[in-house]
T-cell receptor, first 116, second 109 residues
Framework: ETGVTQTPRHLVMGMTNKKSLKCEQHLGHNAMYWYKQSAKKPLELMFVYSLEERVENNSVPSRFSPECPNSSHLFLHLHTLQPEDSALYLC???????????????FGPGTRLTVL | RKEVEQDPGPFNVPEGATVAFNCTYSNSASQSFFWYRQDCRKEPKLLMSVYSSGNEDGRFTAQLNRASQYISLLIRDSKLSDSATYLCVVNTGGFKTIFGAGTRLFVKA
């Protein structure tokens, strides 16, 4: 399936590096999401972009910075990360309907990030 | 108390068995409920939405009990390919979607 793609699939970086994760959705959706999945923990919503509105989880550190240039592309810029940031980063998209009802989210394959 | 709680398992069942998972949620204002499936080292995929009246999709049946604030997933005639982690997902309005930590299922031949 190629509905939601993510690159790179694997990333190893040092704490002083700057890198970016990329997500692209080919489903014509109008909302995109970044999630973090750590081992044995639930998915944690980090950021949402929908109809040019941005929603963020206030617990996400500022070393994570999202960018959404258009409805099909989403980036997560990383800088000065910590080893505890090592996790699977999942991108998802959905079609937000009128009335703000929740909708089915389609996930990309994720980027497995290791911070040394 | 966690917003969404699931028994982590693992559930080890033989092929052909019937297995049931429960999930409890803490916010009585929760509006929508889903079950997702996540295979090892793969992304989550929607298995089914959960409707107030209960719903069935082949071997899978989902139930919602708003009074007791839990949802359930029943899998009949388990297949080896059902082995996965099942995620309970609750939306409390807008973008506030909460994922449970998941219940692991192993179906053995």
């Amino acid at each position: 399936e190629t509905g939601v793609t993510q690159t790179p699939r694997h990333l190893v970086m040092g704490m002083t590096n700057k890198k970016s994760l990329k997500c692209e959705q080919h489903l014509g959706h109008n909302a995109m999401y970044w999630y973090k999945q750590s081992a044995k923990k639930p998915l944690e919503l980090m950021f949402v972009y929908s109809l040019e509105e941005r929603v963020e989880n206030n617990s996400v550190p500022s070393r994570f910075s999202p960018e959404c240039p258009n409805s099909s592309h989403l980036f997560l810029h990383l800088h000065t990360l910590q080893p505890e940031d090592s996790a699977l980063y999942l991108c998802a998209s959905s079609q937000r309907r009128a009335g703000d009802w929740p909708d089915t989210q389609y996930f990309g394959p994720g980027t497995r990030l290791t911070v040394l | 108390r966690k917003e969404v709680e699931q028994d982590p398992g693992p559930f080890n069942v033989p092929e052909g068995a019937t297995v049931a998972f429960n999930c409890t949620y803490s916010n009585s204002a929760s509006q929508s409920f889903f079950w997702y499936r996540q295979d090892c080292r793969k992304e989550p995929k929607l298995l089914m939405s959960v409707y107030s009246s209960g719903n069935e999709d082949g071997r899978f049946t989902a139930q919602l009990n708003r009074a007791s604030q839990y949802i359930s997933l029943l899998i009949r005639d388990s297949k080896l390919s059902d082995s996965a982690t099942y995620l309970c997902v609750v939306n409390t309005g807008g973008f506030k979607t909460i994922f449970g930590a998941g219940t692991r299922l192993f179906v053995k031949a």
